[in-house]
């Protein structure tokens, strides 16, 4: 096991009804920004429930955050904030509210160009407004984590940053809130803690066995519950409540404390994102499967391992094993209606190019555990997946 | 799964070297009150290198907190606090030395008589001294959660208390602090951990698939760690590492969040440890197995999944699975050393009256995750462990 640390301050609400608390954990004076994506948050009255909780203090509403949010609009948040004087802040949505949420924390206390906050990876953020979360989509863990991913469409980029700073003081986790999800949202949600999961475990063994089950519980779970979430006719409140915790828990630093990581899948991701908007989660379906079998010999042990606890694969040789693992993965991804191949999105042998060309352009030319993963290697991976 | 709260804003810095850490975890202008128990943090050098970290700080230090720390040597520490103005404590020892630590935090600014805190279970705490650990025993969890337990020897008294205001700003985890442990402390603290996860997880099935895989991945991992620890002729790394974060996690609150818990095992224990001075964990194991027997039919479906996950227990009828999984239980305590009936510690029936006037005296009367463990059932559990 590494040396780490391990320092999670974010308060989390679990439950039904939990909405209510927020006239609990939002400071009594504050002057309150909500911050919300499209109009969905509204329509399903989660807005005036919030509204209410919030009581007498006064608070106004910031609509329009995107999915995989955008700079200039996270920048119109921070001028609205700087002018009007706002002290806490509230997102209300998902991954992507909350990660601009924790940008323009940062982004309005912070002297000179917030723009190199991402250049910096958030390294130079020095402070941060206060702010909380209701969480509406169970994804990408950002309810409980320090970091987010931002994207500058003009120049084709999404780039994450981190501070001790951008902890959510408290997060809302109502798993009603999750009813009026597409099913197409919960499959990227599944998809999404999946890969979060992966990317932490699936490296080399380093004598972490509690973090190695923990991460496959996580595992195992998403694999139970994928299906019956969309298989259900109406929302099963456990399930709902089980993929919204096992989402948070993907990625709120505890599986990946002390142990390698990797990260590539996610980093070709975000590129396939920014140059073709495609989902997060989907991306990441894309890339995985041909990943780890790209890194089969590097990742020989913890595939075997994988494939045997996460999907009881105990037979034939160790090839084979590790291809079945493999080919369950990418299976299960397929089950949960998201195609794995670059050619079910309509692209073609001619994107490889321009992909590998921007992740150059941002530097991720030493991926994965090993840092050994160039530009060749991420080239066969988007090969193999085509 | 119940609606929860989950917040643990304590700090864990872990791994080798960590305590020099302490030069940036405590407030560079503290007053430092050191506290710890016999001689052995002098002795194996521990101390000396606290002291070295702590730098130019003013500090002291308060020897003598005893196993199951005591109100008494408690309240001598509270005595000194306040009359030589320290404003930071550092707990350096193990689960003993943070709980007594965690009280006098909490009864150095208390209005009142501090005892009334131990009758009121922590509910009348209103805010505590700051204070740290530094871990050298793993076996309670008191590192990173926010409860306590104080002795009053004059009233064979063992008392629980908790509140959101005694969690440590930080805990030190350095595994080869516990290289110097006796092997039946090593024990203690592998059947403690095993036990405190079973208090959360062996109750009735709740619907909370992620809970229920992370105790037992605790579970399973004590069990694999549990005998190389005893067996090991030199201290291994990431054995005594893997030890340490998992009796962290076993008691952090975590995999007890949303679950029902039972904790009527610890609270018999308790009743053994306070009249008849037997080690925490050794009560534990003395009491578990006859509870889970007396308990079977309520923790039916529960103790054929420990059965089948944890011990792999797939073969025979269901009363079989359960008696086989209830004895490997038995047998792993013994294995590790702890002898599992009251007769190995020179007790007879003569004792089970007693042990169960003090549960009456002390409201014990309503355990378990039904409540329903009343004094009869305690008693028929105690004369099982004969």
New interface residues.
């Given amino acids: 096991?590494?040396?780490?640390?391990?320092?999670?301050?974010?308060?989390?609400?679990?439950?039904?009804?939990?909405v209510a608390d927020l006239a609990k954990l939002v400071p009594a004076s504050a002057k309150v920004l909500i911050l919300v994506g499209g109009a969905s948050a509204e329509k399903t009255g989660t807005l005036a429930e919030v509204r209410s909780a919030l009581g007498e203090r006064a608070h106004s509403t910031f609509a329009g955050i995107e999915p995989n949010p955008g700079f200039d609009t996270a920048m119109q948040a921070v001028n609205q904030i700087r002018s009007e004087g706002f002290d806490f802040l509230l997102a209300v949505g998902g991954g992507s509210v909350i990660d601009a949420t924790k940008f323009i924390a940062a982004a309005v206390p912070f002297e000179g160009d917030p723009w190199t906050i991402l250049l910096k990876g958030g390294r130079n953020i020095q402070s941060a407004l206060p702010f909380g979360a209701v969480l509406t989509l169970p994804a990408t863990g950002s309810e409980m984590n320090n970091g987010g991913v931002i994207t500058r469409r003009d120049m084709g980029a999404k780039l994450p940053f981190r501070s001790s700073h951008v902890f959510p003081r408290f997060a809302v986790l109502d798993p009603t809130k999750t009813y009026t999800l597409p099913v197409q949202q919960l499959a990227n949600g599944v998809v999404d803690a999946f890969v979060h999961t992966v990317e932490q475990y699936l490296t080399y063994p380093s004598?972490?066995?509690?973090q190695?089950?923990?991460a496959?519980?996580?595992l195992?779970?998403l694999v139970?519950?994928g299906p019956r979430l969309l298989d259900a006719k109406e929302p099963v409140y456990?399930d709902r409540?089980?993929l919204m915790?096992?989402a948070t828990?993907a990625l709120n630093g505890?599986i990946g404390?002390?142990v390698p990581q990797d990260w590539s899948t996610h980093m070709i991701g975000h590129e396939l994102t920014a140059l073709h908007n495609i989902d997060h989660a989907r991306t990441l379906a894309i890339v995985l499967p041909a990943m780890l079998h790209e890194r089969r010999v590097q990742k020989r042990d913890k595939l075997l391992q994988y494939g045997q606890r996460v999907w009881g694969i105990r037979s034939g040789t160790e090839d084979e094993r590790i291809a079945a693992a493999i080919e369950n993965t990418r299976t299960f991804f397929e089950h949960m209606g998201i195609p794995t191949r670059l050619r079910d999105y309509g692209l073609d042998a001619s994107v490889v190019s321009a992909v590998v060309a921007q992740l150059e352009s941002h530097g991720m030319t030493q991926l994965g555990e090993h840092r050994d993963i160039d530009l060749a290697v991420s080239r066969r991976v988007l090969e193999a997946a085509l």
């Fill in positions: 096991m590494f040396n780490f640390d391990f320092h999670n301050p974010t308060h989390i609400a679990f439950g039904k009804g939990r004598h972490a066995p509690v190695d089950r923990f496959e519980g996580l195992q779970t139970e519950v456990d409540a089980t915790w096992a828990l505890l404390a002390g």
